[in-house]
Every structure is written in structure tokens, then in C-alpha cells.
């Protein structure tokens, strides 16, 4: 089955893969397809190369939903954004969204503890993206999503990540840290007893009796927080796990990267997600039928290099002969390659496309476009 | 740029964009301390997909495995990781038992901002006071100067007690000029401008005591003279199709990847004082151990040590 079909019932794709795979150019060149197809496509990147947010025509890409102008692509009846993922203004957002009131808003952002622990999470990109995810799927605007997310080595990191927060906030957590300063509590004292009273002592000694004091005034803050925390949680996870969200695993012809995406399929197919393929990014394709380079070339060589420097036909030649020839080594070794990483293509169903390196950067949308008809298998053979 | 002193090191610290090589890297960087007679520690972190088992031949641990004379591997997994801490920390083994056992504290020490980090350092630096060396592959650049930070903000969140005197140990071991960043690139914008913006922060929180050191991996020299440029673009305007395309192709993409090249080493430069170790592609992609064995002889020649003295790889 070629990609198309595959996302014709698709309203969120999720990119995942190792840095340096062209993860962003392929979200993009999806994101443009679904415009070609008349839809409102919305592509939310992470870092992306100066040159691609070029290529959609931005300037530079904000942390606001921009439209791309498509006027250059008559074609396209539907709709293209992109926007950037902020990932240290989204904590805050969330926090004000799920806030019960302005006080408790304003208390746990003053924390201690919370500004460290948004710290932590605004450098884990991931569990933003899902956020910000989250956001756009219910803002209704657009109805193809793409999310290019950002090169985690473990998917686990990825797909788990909106469970960290939930996963230790839960009310018996909220209760044991915050009970021994509740004073008036009469069975406090008697809830502490035991293991749980040494532990908490001994929590003390090790991190400080300060940390422990800021964090259980944060835990008694975020407990107003917390049902919004979970809904979110959950809503996420259905998002995530719903029919129409296709995984697409990329990578590229190199040893770690396709390992990286074998992992990935290993853990979707593990996760029961029921959607995913593979794209195999940057194939060399070689036809030429030898290394001739002389037979080819030698004559135009000549005749075009006559009035440079005597050897200089022949040097080229000589280096064009030697530069195909590592290519078709290249190109070798990235079939083989691609056969691996194709072996462990999730499902029986999962899509499975190869794309072959493009020359020269993708630096416009019309190279976009390039890139998609490669991806979407439609591309007319050279 | 002089790579003779990472020879007198304590802690490498190998970083790079994702994909670059960084492991690679790594491995051929230990190997040639061991090679110079250091006893060293080749350590990965946390790695669900362990990347130097294929490097090393064999499974890396937690508790560190021989790999050759004077090399040895781990990977410092968790939770191993946090028991070693733990046991650092509290001293008992029944009170770390207790402590395991327990689900509230588990989820605290999963929560805890940095709490990760720290440990991992923490494992880190116990290491360097066994070995004359130790080099560590550590996440991608930006997960990886997180983990170096942590020495910074934790002292602001732990005012008191032994986490508090464990982070401050671990500045000192971070701080000691023997301490450096092994920075891998690659010529390409993005991949320059993520180690550029890694070098920028490193400089401004002055975290590590020893000055980085960047390499340029699968970098091309340049060697086409101007002439053949020349006739390259004519004949790539002369309308040619099929095999003569395809020949041409080849070689403006190698014209490209010089090009790419000096750019990188270019910008990179410029930041350094000095250009960046140029690394050449390994021959055809080879296998893991080819491709490291490439990388250490190439880098064995910016430090001294010949090839004849790399016999494990």
C-alpha cells in the first residue's frame, strides 16, 4: 500500500526517527500533500534547518500557526501551516489552562520546585509536542496534523512522556509528602508511622529538609492541578492511540538510524498502536550500466574543456569515473540497508517507501513538492 | 586543532547532533587511550538500544567488561544507576532495600527534577577516580549539556545535605582542566549550527574546565582545482542525459560536499580560533567496526599514535 492511501483516513501523522534523516523535510512534504489534496494541513516542527522554514516561505518560524502562501502551487486547494514548537512558553501555558484560579496560577509558578521541574520538561521536547499536540487537535482548524517530533533514541520517551507528570501526581502521592505538614491533621502522625515516617525523615537528610519543604508546598499547590493534568493525560493517549493517527517511522540508510527506526517498530507493534510505516530516506540510486566514464564523457569533456588547462578533460573524467564509482558502492550498501530496515516494517499492512537522495538542498516548496512525489511514490521514473 | 592533549585527560565527554557519529567517536577516542597505555573506561548512558555492544563485540554492562588491554566498557543503566547512588548516599544496602521498595519514594526520585541527571554524573564521576581515563558517550548535544547543568541549578533546588555536597563534587571533577567536550559535527547547517549553539553555552556557563575540541566527521577535502569546476558546470549545462547525467551528477556531488566542507569548517572555525579536525568518510559504508577503526586511525594521526599500536580494533 503506497502512502497515500495510507493517510487517506489519517488526521494525525506522528514522524518519528533519529536526527539527520530528513524527519522534518518528510513531515513537511507531508504536510504539503495534504494541501495538495485539499486539505488543512498544519506541520508542527521542532529546530527545523533556516532553509526549510525558507522553503515554506517564513522568514523564520514562530511559535504561532502560520500559513505557507501556496500561490506558487495552483494546484493545491487546501490549506498548509507550520508552526514551532516553544517549549518554554508551553509549560506556563498549560499550567494557566489547567489552573482552577489566577492565585493558584500565580503560587505555582513562583515554586521552587515547579520552575526547575518546567525547566526539565521544556528540555524534554517531547513531552511538549504532545502538549502542544493536544492543543491543535482540539482547536479544529486544521484536519490533517503532522508532528515532526524531536530525535529521541527511545520511543518509550516519546509515547510516555504525558504520563510523567500524571503518574507521580496521583492523590496518595499528593497525601504522603504532604501530610507531615499538616499539623492539625490528627491522624497524620498516625498515617506516618513506620517505614513511611523513616523514609520521609531520610528523604530529608539526603536532598535537604529545604527541597523537601518547597517541594511539599508545590505538591499542595499542583493538587488543585491535577484532575486537569490527568484529563489531559488521557485525551492525549486516545489522540495517540486513535485509528486515525498513522506512525511514520523514518530513516536513513546508516547503520544507527535504521536500528533506531527498528526499535521504533518493535515498540509500536509492542504498544498495539495499529498504524505505521516506514520511510527510508537519502538512497543513492545508481543506473548507469559501468564506470565508463571515459566512453560517456570523454568526447564532450574534450571539446567543452579545450581552451583549459591541457589535463584538465582528462583529470575530470578520471575523478567523475572514481566519484560514480564510490556512488554505485553507495548506493550498494544503502539497499542493503534499506532491505533491513524493511524487514522489521510494522505489520503486515504498514506502508514501505523508499526515497532516493535529492540533490542539492530542499530549499523551496517546489523541491518540497519534489520530495513528496518521491514520498507518495508518484514520482516518474528517470 | 591539536588533539595531543586529550591524551593527558580525565573525562571525555563525547556529544554531537544525533547521528553524527558520536558513539563511533567514542569508542575510537577510548581505544587510543588505551593504546597509549592509560587504563580506560568506555561508558554509555543509559542507551535502551545499547550502541556499543556492536562496537565492542560483546554485551556492555553496568558493572564495566573487559573489551581489550586496558579497555573496558560499561553502560550505565538504571536502575543500577540509581542503587550505586543510592548506596553512595544512605550507605546501608537494607536501607537502600527499603528505600527500592518503596513505591512513594520511587515515583519522588522519578520526579525530582534532575534527580536522573545527578545520578548518572554522580556514576560517572566514581568511574573517573578508578580509571586514568574515562570516555563517555553521552546523549545528543542538547540532552547532554542538560546533564552537565544540572551541576548549576541543583545547587539552587538542594540547599543542604549530601545531595547538595555530591553536586558540588561533581562541579569539581567537571571544572578540573582535565575535563573536556568531544564535540562531533558534521558538514552540514543544521548540524553546525546545533554544535555552535553547544560551544556558545558551554563558554557562557564556563561548566567544564578543559576547552572543547570539534571534529568534522565524513568531511571531504577539497582537491578540485578551478579548471575542473569550470568544465563541471559546462558539461552539467550541455544538456547531457542518461549515464553522462549520472556521472555528472556523481561528481557534483562531491563538488558539493567540499563545498559543504570548507563552509563547516569555515563557520566552526571562526568560533574555535582554529579550524576543526577533518575526518574522511570511511571507504564505503562499511560495517560499525570498519567505519571505528577508520575513525581511530584518522584520529590516531592528531594525536601521535600510529596505527601499528591500535591491535584491538
Known amino acids: ?13 506522528v514522524c518519528v526517527g533519529s536526527g539527520g534523516v530528513g524527519k522534518t523535510t518528510t513531515a513537511a512534504a507531508i504536510g504539503l500533500w495534504g494541501a495538495l489534496q485539499g486539505r488543512r494541513a498544519m506541520v508542527l516542527t521542532i529546530d527545523p534547518a533556516k532553509r526549510l522554514a525558507n522553503s515554506l516561505g517564513l522568514e523564520q518560524m514562530g511559535g504561532e500557526p502560520t500559513q505557507i502562501d501556496l500561490a506558487g502551487l495552483p494546484e493545491a486547494t487546501g490549506e498548509l501551516w507550520a508552526m514551532m514548537l516553544d517549549s518554554r512558553g508551553t509549560f506556563d501555558a498549560l499550567i494557566a489552562q489547567v ?9 505555582i509558578l513562583a515554586n521552587h520546585v515547579y520552575r526547575a521541574m518546567a525547566d526539565a520538561f521544556a528540555g524534554s521536547q517531547d513531552y511538549m509536542a504532545t502538549e502542544k499536540l493536544y492543543d491543535l487537535a482540539s482547536d479544529g482548524r486544521w484536519d490533517l496534523l503532522v508532528l515532526d517530533t524531536p530525535p529521541v533514541q527511545n520511543a518509550l520517551d516519546f509515547l510516555e512522556s504525558p504520563g510523567r507528570v500524571v503518574k507521580f501526581l496521583d492523590e496518595r502521592v499528593l497525601s504522603w509528602f504532604t501530610a507531615p505538614y499538616e499539623k492539625e491533621r490528627v491522624w497524620g502522625g498516625a498515617f506516618l508511622a ?7 525523615r531520610l528523604l530529608g537528610y539526603v536532598f535537604g529538609k529545604e527541597f523537601l519543604d518547597d517541594f511539599a508546598e508545590f505538591l499542595q499547590v499542583f493538587s488543585g492541578l491535577y484532575d486537569g493534568f490527568r484529563q489531559r493525560h488521557q485525551a492525549v493517549m486516545e489522540l495517540l492511540d486513535a485509528r486515525s493517527t498513522s506512525f511514520v517511522t523514518v530513516c536513513a540508510p546508516t547503520v544507527s538510524s535504521v536500528e533506531v527506526a527498528r526499535f521504533f517498530q518493535e515498540e509500536l507493534a509492542r504498544r498495539g498502536h495499529p498504524r505505521g510505516g516506514l520511510v527510508v530516506n537519502q538512497i543513492h540510486r545508481v543506473e548507469a550500466a559501468d564506470d565508463d566514464a571515459d566512453g560517456v564523457l570523454g568526447e564532450a569533456a574534450r571539446t567543452l574543456g579545450a581552451d583549459l588547462q591541457p589535463a584538465t578533460a582528462a583529470r575530470l573524467v578520471a575523478r567523475l569515473g572514481r566519484a560514480h564509482a564510490r556512488l554505485r558502492a553507495q548506493s550498494e550498501a544503502d539497499h542493503a540497508l534499506a532491505a533491513r530496515a524493511r524487514a522489521a516494517a510494522h505489520g503486515s499492512g504498514g506502508f514501505y517507501q523508499e526515497v532516493p537522495r535529492i540533490e542539492g538542498e530542499v530549499h523551496d516548496l517546489a523541491s518540497l513538492e519534489v520530495v513528496g512525489q518521491h514520498l507518495f511514490g508518484d514520482a516518474e521514473e528517470a | 586543532m591539536d588533539l595531543t592533549p586529550l591524551l593527558d585527560d580525565r573525562l571525555v565527554l563525547v556529544t554531537g547532533k544525533g547521528g553524527t557519529g558520536k558513539t563511533t567517536f567514542a569508542a575510537a577516542l577510548a581505544a587510543l587511550q588505551a593504546a597509549r597505555g592509560r587504563r580506560t573506561l568506555l561508558c554509555e548512558v543509559d542507551s535502551q538500544r545499547p550502541a556499543l555492544d556492536p562496537l565492542v563485540g560483546r554485551e556492555v554492562t553496568f558493572a564495566p567488561v573487559r573489551v581489550a588491554d586496558r579497555l573496558e566498557a560499561a553502560n550505565l543503566v538504571w536502575p543500577e544507576t540509581l542503587v550505586a547512588w543510592l548506596k553512595r548516599m544512605v550507605g546501608m544496602e537494607r536501607i537502600v532495600r527499603a528505600i527500592l521498595g518503596n513505591d512513594m519514594v520511587q515515583r519522588f526520585l522519578d520526579f525530582v527534577p534532575g534527580s536522573q541527571e545527578l545520578v548518572t554524573l554522580s556514576a560517572i564521576a566514581e568511574h573517573v577516580e578508578r580509571y586514568d581515563c574515562v570516555v563517555v558517550d553521552l546523549p545528543a548535544s542538547g540532552h547532554a549539556f542538560s546533564l552537565l547543568d544540572i551541576t548549576r541549578s541543583a545547587l539552587g533546588l538542594f540547599r543542604a545535605g549530601p545531595v547538595r555536597e555530591r553536586v558540588l563534587q561533581l562541579r569539581t571533577v567537571l571544572e578540573d582542566p582535565r575535563t573536556r567536550m568531544f564535540l562531533v559535527a558534521l558538514p552540514e547547517e543544521m548540524v553546525v549550527n546545533e554544535t555552535l549553539e553547544t560551544l556558545a553555552r558551554l563558554r557562557e556557563h564556563a561548566l567544564l574546565g578543559g576547552s572543547p575540541v570539534v571534529v568534522l566527521n565524513r568531511a571531504i577535502p577539497p582537491s578540485l582545482t578551478d579548471d575542473e569546476r569550470t568544465l563541471l558546470e559546462r558539461l552539467s549545462a550541455a544538456g547531457l542525459v542518461g549515464d553522462a547525467e549520472e556521472f555528472l551528477e556523481a561528481g557534483r556531488w562531491e563538488r558539493a560536499s567540499e563545498e559543504a566542507v570548507a563552509e563547516a569548517a569555515f563557520r566552526l572555525g571562526q568560533v574555535l580560533g582554529v579550524p576543526p579536525v577533518l575526518v574522511p568518510p570511511a571507504p564505503a559504508a562499511g560495517r560499525e567496526r570498519d567505519v571505528m577503526r577508520h575513525v581511530a586511525v584518522q584520529l590516531g594521526r592528531h594525536m601521535g ?8 580494533i
Do not use: C, I, N
Not at chain 1, 503506497?2 to 487517506?8: E, F, G, I, N, T
Not at chain 1, 489552573?99 to 503560587?107: K, L, V, Y
Not at chain 2, 599514535?305 to 584491538?312: D, F, G, I, T
Open chain 2, 305 to 312: 599514535v600510529p596505527r601499528q599500536e591500535l591491535a584491538w
Open chain 1, 99 to 107: 489552573a482552577p484560579s489566577p492565585e493558584a496560577r500565580d503560587r
Open chain 1, 194 to 200: 513506620g517505614t513511611s515516617a523513616f523514609l520521609f
Open chain 1, 1 to 13: 500500500m503506497d502512502l497515500s492511501a495510507w493517510l487517506k483516513d489519517t488526521r494525525l501523522v
